[in-house]
């Protein structure tokens, strides 16, 4: 995680020298990339458009790498972004944020939300709080999917074994393939 050994961004200070391994915030957002970026390549006649699988740094000093990204794409027209940041605690649901800034995504979502076996609410921590701004400020839609804080987030106990792997798996498969007719969001 940014926090490494806590001190100025733990949200623990006194746990500084302790390793702030991340897995919610955000190894399960990573991996999430990881395993739809796989699923994709296996499928590549599913997506009728690019897909640009990106892990920022720097998101929490100052979106760094997502604004970099944003003002020097490897793809131009960009249509949409979706974030996937801290997806690790589902417990069955996923909040979804940004679904104003592209309203015809709403159904999508729901939809793929029911076909993925995960709640959909809207919301989260709300639209440009993650690496998603750095697309809003260029007029890209973009969602931001989240699992919820948590007592552990900035913490030295935001490890692996709290993480809801077939939970997290449901939002990677809702943002994959969960939409009706094979189509993605």
């Known amino acids: 995680d ?9 949200a623990s200070p006194e746990s500084t020298g302790e390793i702030h391994n ?12 990881i ?3 796989r699923a994709a390549a296996a499928d590549r006649s599913r997506f009728p458009r690019s897909l640009v699988f990106v892990a920022f740094a720097g998101e929490e000093r100052g979106l760094f790498g997502s604004a970099h990204y944003a003002s020097m ?3 131009a027209n960009t249509v949409a972004m979706i974030n996937l940041d801290m997806v690790g605690r589902s417990n069955g649901r996923v909040e979804v944020g940004g679904l104003s800034t592209s309203p015809s995504l709403s159904d999508a979502v729901n939809a793929a939300g029911k076909a993925a076996g995960i709640e959909v609410r809207r919301g989260g921590p709300g639209a440009g709080r993650s690496d998603d701004a750095s697309f809003l400020d260029k007029n890209i839609p973009s969602l931001h999917l989240f699992t919820g804080f948590h007592d552990d987030y900035h913490r030295p106990g935001d490890d692996w074994d709290r993480i809801d792997a077939p939970g997290t798996a449901r939002v990677a498969t809702l943002v994959t393939f969960g939409t009706p007719h094979g189509g993605t969001l």
């Open 73 to 75: 794409p490897v793809v």
């Open 22 to 33: 991340g897995a919610d915030d955000n190894a399960s957002g990573v991996a999430s990339i």
């Open 2 to 10: 940014h926090v490494g050994l806590g001190g100025r961004f733990s």
């Open 35 to 37: 395993e739809i970026a």
